[in-house]
């Protein structure tokens, strides 16, 4: 039968390998800034992608739809400023990426073919991003337009509305006559359910052998 785990070798001390990175052994400064950079451009390609796929879908929808269609197109215009701010952050890491080439210019032998593609990749992203985002605000613009001057009818609006009914008097009343606490309110019950003690100086007749108890005082019979 062999056994459900494994056993330790003899003389194990029970400690793993540690995976952490010890202390003072850090990557180079102008590799993280540069992985910062590389971050920021991906999250920004991924930003203008989705906005620009919310725009093709709001535009094939704006006659029909126009207020949904307004609604996308202000959640993807939100998302191009969020873009742009990732594309800055790009930027100043990448100036900074330079900084620490300059600083220590020993271990950074192919750094400047790297810097290079990255700056051309920036400036495709920047252009792309100017493109979408002037398409995008035109669109939103000439949507808000159309309902401005009729153009585009506004559909009805079918999200369930929430009505809250008034609560009568009787409630209300309950609501502030009612203890918050839920112990102050079952200890009044517990109470009225407690038996009532029996008292001291109850005296019980014992059992007779004929299955009567005695009476507790002599009867008289006449």
């Known amino acids: 039968m062999r056994p459900n785990h494994t056993q330790a070798p003899k003389g194990a001390t029970g400690k793993g390998r540690d995976r952490r990175r010890p202390r003072g052994r850090r990557g180079l400064a102008w590799v993280r800034r540069f992985r910062r ?3 920021a451009l991906d999250a ?4 203008i992608d989705s906005s620009l796929r919310t725009a093709v879908a709001a535009e094939r929808c704006a006659d029909r739809r126009p207020i949904r269609a307004s609604r996308d197109l202000h959640r993807a215009s939100g998302r191009l400023v969020d873009a742009s701010a990732r594309l800055g952050r790009a930027a100043r890491e990448l100036r900074q990426t330079t900084k620490c080439i300059a600083r220590e210019p020993e271990g950074a032998m192919f750094v400047p073919e790297l810097i290079t593609g990255e700056t051309r990749r920036w400036i495709d992203v920047a252009a ?3 493109e979408v985002s002037g398409g995008v605000f035109a669109l939103h613009e000439d949507v808000l337009s159309g309902l401005r001057s009729g153009a585009l009818v506004p559909e ?3 999200r369930p509305r929430i009505v809250l009914a008034p609560r009568p008097a009787r409630v209300r009343a309950f609501l502030c006559l009612r ?3 839920a112990t102050d309110r079952i200890a009044p019950v517990l109470r ?3 038996r009532t003690p029996r008292p001291a100086a109850l005296r019980v007749p014992r059992r007779s052998v004929f299955g009567r108890a005695p009476p507790l005082s002599p009867v008289c019979t006449f």
């Not at 920004?44 to 930003?47: A, Q, R, V």
């Open 128 to 130: 792309w991003l100017q």
């Open 192 to 194: 009225r359910r407690r």
């Open 156 to 158: 009805p609006d079918c």
């Open 44 to 47: 920004c390609i991924g930003l």
């Open 37 to 39: 950079a590389q971050r």
């Open 179 to 181: 203890l918050a606490r």
